[in-house]
């Protein structure tokens, strides 16, 4: 736990900007955990809450005081002390990182329940708040608000269950933020093209199909969206089905590493297939029966009813 105070105490002095004597009692109290005296760490914090010593905490600090405070808590078998407190933080920081190769388990296991709980109908409001804004075209609060959906659903640590629930919604965020930005461009073919990636990457460079002695991946998930509007429908611009193709690198465990549009279809349609193209799986390349980088691209065509159809990987 040494290395954990270690960084919150850094993160203290350079995020604060009043480094005075609130600090110092937070770093008391961090030392007072350490040392596994949760009673008198709780005493310290109720202190500094307090403003006992005449300095109010900052916001950065109030969020490593609820870690804390947390943390001592549950320690202490106060259970639901702690998801009470955890909770407040959630719901005013739910981008605050908690550093997960420095905290117990126990204590993790509970901050995924709370955020699982939490994270999802803050989803939700801040989509509709989004949607609304951009209904009045209040584009710079709606670009706000689906950023943040979309940043929630980057959450590390959520279970299956709530990330679905964020996913959708951030699906459809993606989507209203790409079409946003034909209120800046003269066209669409004139946006760059959307991408994403992964957190990891394959270690040296994927082969293709055109590779001598290499084995495919094989999709075991690879659903594509249907076509829609903005408002639901699936009918074309222009009346004509719109072409696209995506390429994916598969990594050597069957995941998607990156993927781009190399020929965009549309920006409401490429951020939904992107966000999709993120929870595929694959069996993976295979060169030498040993597991390798592969890349492959997808030429989509879509039918009459919205349903894209694929073609042959290159």
Known sequence: MGSLRRVTILLLFLGVAA???ASGRVDEAIAFYDAA???EALQVLDEIEAGSNGSAPAADERDVIDQYRALCLLALDRPAEARAVLRRLVERRPEFAFPAGEL????????????????????????RAGKASYDRRAWSE????????VSLAETDGLGPEARASIDDLADLARGFLGLMENHRV????????????????PR???YTAADQGVTPPVALRQELPGWRTAGGGTAFMGGEPPKGTLEVVIDEKGRVADARMS?????????RLLAAARR?????ATKDGKPVAFRKAIDLRFVGDGIPTQRPSR
Do not use: C, I, M, N
């Open 104 to 127: 117990p388990p126990r204590f993790l296991s509970v901050v995924r329940e709370t955020q699982a709980d939490v994270l999802p109908s803050l989803a939700r409001a801040e989509y």
């Open 280 to 284: 595929w799986q694959y069996r993976p």
């Open 186 to 201: 003269e066209a669409v073919a004139s946006l760059p093209p959307a991408t994403f990636t992964a957190p990891t990457r």
């Open 142 to 149: 709606a670009q706000k608000r689906l950023r943040r959906v």
């Open 204 to 206: 040296s460079a994927p």
């Open 19 to 21: 480094t005075g004597a």
């Open 37 to 39: 005296r949760y009673a």
């Open 263 to 271: 020929r965009p279809v549309h920006p409401f349609y490429d951020s």
